[in-house]
């Protein structure tokens, strides 16, 4: 079983920016593709971004392609969103998620671990 846990969300104005970080625990053997997918208030989830297995491909939603950077530090099982130029429309609850395959992903179903979420606020 693998946990993961999400942290780094909070209020910041438009413009500003925001690390978000995951930290998965368990049998972390089985985290391969991780990635980051967001809720926005009265919307569905929708994918963020993603990362391979040894970090040697990454996607990107179109919307934060250019301002979100995902990243992984493999000795602490952790993979990281760095958010800049931070838009009112980044407003949500951002969720890691983590699966068995090596490639980046986009799709919920390829994810077998989420963790409970952590809330950005972009203020105009």
């Known amino acids: 079983q693998v946990q993961l846990v999400e942290s780094g969300g909070g209020l910041v104005q438009a413009g500003g920016s925001l690390r978000l970080s995951c930290a998965a625990s368990?049998?972390?053997?089985?985290?391969?593709?991780m990635g980051w997918f967001r809720r926005a208030p009265g919307k569905e989830r929708e994918f963020v971004a993603s990362?391979?297995?040894?970090?040697?491909?990454?996607v990107y939603e179109d919307s934060v392609k250019g301002r979100f950077t995902i990243s992984r530090d493999y000795g602490k099982y952790t993979i990281y969103l760095q958010m800049n130029s931070l838009e009112p429309e980044d407003t949500a609850v951002y969720y890691c998620?983590?699966?068995?395959?090596?490639?980046?992903?986009?799709?919920?179903?390829?994810?077998?671990?989420w963790g409970q979420g952590t809330q950005v606020t972009v203020s105009s």
């Open positions: 998620a983590a699966g068995a395959m090596a490639t980046a992903r986009r799709r919920t179903d390829d994810y077998n671990y």
């Open positions: 368990g049998r972390t053997i089985s985290t391969n593709v």
């Open positions: 990362i391979s297995r040894f970090g040697s491909s990454t």
